[in-house]
């Protein structure tokens, strides 16, 4: 699976790693390109799963920035109750905002 920005791939994982929850598919840590991700502050603790990192995308190019605030996202360190719901641990997964086309 594939997540674009622009022309830019910003995770790719194989199938099988990724995590869905609530219609959100979740890469791996390790398969971003963290060049692109810039912590965002933008406060979000989700009921079920606990502290949300919000990432804004950003990509310069000569005097050009492109950026989309708040376009990923991700639970460093989710409820333990959560990684039981979810049956799997989500740590450090990012999921994707309308920005970013996720591919097959």
């Given at each position: ?66 950026e ?5 996202w ?6 333990h ?24």
């Amino acid at each position: 699976m594939r997540a674009l920005w622009r022309d830019h791939v910003v995770a790719e994982s194989p199938d099988e790693r990724i995590i869905e929850i609530e219609g959100n598919r979740y890469f791996p840590p390790e398969t971003i390109d963290r060049s692109l991700f810039h912590a965002s502050p933008t406060p979000y603790t989700c009921p079920w799963k606990g502290e949300c990192q919000y990432w804004t995308l950003r990509h310069s190019q000569g005097d050009t920035q492109d950026e989309a605030v708040d376009a990923a996202w991700s639970y460093p360190t989710p409820q333990h109750s959560a990684i039981e719901r979810v049956g799997a641990d989500f740590s450090g997964y990012v999921a994707f905002g309308a920005e970013v086309t996720v591919l097959p």
